[in-house]
Nanobody, 120 residues
Framework: QVQLVESGGGLVQPGGSLRLSCAAS????????MGWYRQAPGKQRELVAA???????NYADSVKGRFTISRDNAKNTVYLQMNSLKPEDTAVYYC??????????????WGQGTQVTVSS
C-alpha cells in the first residue's frame, strides 16, 4: 500500500501563489508517475499536471505557463508550484500515484485532497 499526504492548500488572492506538496509513504519506492488532479464543485475531476521519475511532464492547457510540477525522487515527494492564480483555479487538489510510466496517471493511490481557494 502507498499513502499520499498532501499539504499547502489555502486561501489566496487572485494573482497570488501557492505551493502544494504530496509525500508518499508505505510501499512507495520509485513510484514511476505522480500527478495532481483537481475537482471544483459540480465539475469532474481533471488532471492538472503529471511528472515521471525521469522528469517528463504533462500539463493541462489551462495551467501551462502558470503551474510547475516537480519531484524529489529520493523523498518520494511531488510539488505543484502555482503562480498567477485565478478564481477558476479554486478546487480541491488531489495527488495521485501510478505504478506505470504515463503522462496521464490513473493510479489507485490518492491523497485526501487539499482545498485551494482563490478569492479576493
Amino acid at each position: 500500500q502507498v499513502q499520499l499526504v498532501e499539504s499547502g492548500g489555502g486561501l489566496v488572492q487572485p494573482g497570488g501563489s501557492l505551493r502544494l506538496s504530496c509525500a508518499a509513504s508505505g510501499r512507495s519506492s520509485s513510484i514511476p508517475t505522480m500527478g495532481w488532479y483537481r475537482q471544483a464543485p459540480g465539475k469532474q475531476r481533471e488532471l492538472v499536471a503529471a511528472i515521471t521519475t525521469g522528469g517528463s511532464t504533462n500539463y493541462a492547457d489551462s495551467v501551462k505557463g502558470r503551474f510547475t510540477i516537480s519531484r524529489d525522487n529520493a523523498k518520494n515527494t511531488v510539488y505543484l508550484q502555482m503562480n498567477s492564480l485565478k478564481p477558476e483555479d479554486t478546487a480541491v487538489y488531489y495527488c495521485n500515484a501510478d505504478r506505470v510510466i504515463t503522462l496521464v496517471p490513473k493510479g489507485d493511490y490518492w491523497g485526501q485532497g487539499t482545498q485551494v481557494t482563490v478569492s479576493s
